[in-house]
């Protein structure tokens, strides 16, 4: 969630129309068994959970769009219109289905893609036998189906994987693994349906009460009913991104480019796959007690602090390995980086206004050519280069979902300024004559560009932090006095704004905007 709440931030910064949807998957076989175990009905079930998630999203400060449940009633209509949809092109059939399927994974594994595991099952005393891709326990099953016909659309998905869209699924060893796979391995048709008797919590095979729709082809569909299916029309239907753990790649980028392809729908444009998050280099486990709670953490150390450090470790293509004390050190370091600097830099010292002024006239190489240093210059002008040249990185890595590397450029702006300011120590510049109080003009210029050099760059790397911090990002800014209308794109770069600063000197004894957790 907070991965695309980044991204969804971002392209709504940049202006751009996004729709965000995030929610619940709750039908199937797995919640069914849970609810009873419980004692409680599946429905009930499912609105605590879903709560639950809510919550989450609302302690992570996730502004989506839509919160989607596949026990929404509209949804329940997407699904039946897109089985029709499907069924009336010809690509859904009634058969026999034998299997060795897991309740766990709510899926079918091919003989192929199952082994036998050192466990034995308690009631019969043979080793279980389980998945490999999950490790899930799975039984031989044998029932009467609905099949989707997917061996139907191997050619068209090699083909619009290796030619229309090399970037269908990022990272690109997810995409090779795919391709790899539909060009070595047949696809075999797929179950799409559960007898009612075995199955009671799920939606219903249109015209065919007897059974149940296969939890991931009603799961699936919620991407359109989201979007306003089927009262849209396909040619409305916009461009599609999807998240997802790597987990359900096969999910994803198979059954579901190939469900669209049969309804006469255009595949997602992009499904971007992430890993898991560890803890100490160990997959979590409650058995271990090496579980982290997000709401706990949120609460201790607030939400910013756990969406900046997710985003500077989430890599794409590996799995994350959370410390706490990992959390605590990048939240000071952003305090010790960005936070101190302000302080600094308002010191009643120094005056910003003044500085702010200068720019008003001049231009700010005019203004450095005017203190005539020419290691000042280099070091001022490689500052501002830096600062304005982030926009278009980070809008890359943001777009890619790669925001580690966006908080990496953004992070390296830090010591640069603070280098600056430390070697320049606009402290120890004599601006007046103690005795006769007069102006050292080319003092007094040195450190107003030293004081907005410092201050503009804080300026412009909050103003591209707050798809990430948008708490401590709108903190630093009330502080700095930028008007909200100046907060977007538009207004990064060294000198876009000399609006702000008014009133913002730090009083003798006030707090630190952000502290610091020890």
Known sequence: MALADVHNRWNKFNKKQIFFTTGTDEHGLKVQMAASKAGIEPKLFCDGLADKFKDLAQIGNIQYDRFIRTT??????????????????????????????????????????????????????????????????????????????????????????????????????????????????????????????????????????????????????????????????????????????????????????AFLMAAGMQPPQRVIVHGHWLMDGRKMSKSRGNVVDPVELAEKYDSDSLRLFLMRYSVLDSDGDFRESGLKSLRNEFIGKFGNLLIRCLSKNFDICRALNRLETKTFDELLDDVNDDDFETEMK????????????????????????AVQSIWAVGPMVNGMFDKQAPWTLKVKDDKSSD??????????????????????????????????????????????????????????????????????????PIPRIE
């Not at 690509?91 to 050192?118: L, M, N, R």
């Not at 500052?383 to 590397?405: A, S």
Request: glycine residues 6%; hydrophobic residues 35%.
């Open 382 to 405: 490689e500052i501002r280069d830096t600062v304005n040249g982030l926009h278009g990185i980070v809008d890359e890595n943001y777009k890619n979902f790669e925001m580690h590397k």
């Open 72 to 257: 929404d009633p509209d949804h329940a209509l997407a699904v039946s219109a897109f089985w029709k949809t499907v069924w009336d092109k010809g690509y859904i059939y009634k058969g026999q289905h034998s299997g060795w399927y897991s309740v766990s994974d709510e899926a079918f594994y091919p003989e192929s893609e199952i082994i036998q595991s050192d466990e034995k099952n308690p009631k019969t005393g043979d080793f279980k036998m389980v998945a490999i891709e999950s490790g899930s326990e799975v039984t031989f099953e044998v029932e009467e189906n609905y099949f989707f016909k997917l061996s139907s659309f191997q050619d068209e998905l090699i083909e619009m994987m290796e030619s229309k869209n090399q970037m269908f699924i990022q990272p690109k060893s997810y995409h090779t693994a795919i391709l790899n796979d539909l060009k070595s391995t047949p696809l075999q048709d797929l179950s799409i349906s559960r007898p009612s008797w075995r199955l009671q919590w799920g939606l219903p095979v249109p015209g065919d009460e007897d059974q149940k729709i296969y939890v991931w082809f009603d799961a699936l569909v919620n991407y359109l009913t989201s979007i306003g299916y089927p009262y849209k029309s396909i040619e409305q239907l916009p461009e599609m991104v999807h998240l997802i753990g790597k987990d359900i790649t096969k999910f994803h980028c198979v059954y579901w480019p």
């Open 439 to 512: 102006v050292n003009e080319s003092n007094q210029l040195k450190q107003d560009l030293i004081i907005f050099t410092s201050l503009d760059s804080l300026r412009c790397v909050l103003i591209l932090l707050q798809a990430i911090i948008p708490n401590y990002s709108k903190v630093l800014l009330d502080r700095l006095r930028v008007d909200q209308d100046r907060r977007t794109a538009e207004w990064v770069g060294i000198g876009k704004d000399l609006t702000y600063g008014q009133n913002s000197t730090f009083k003798k004894g006030e707090q630190a």
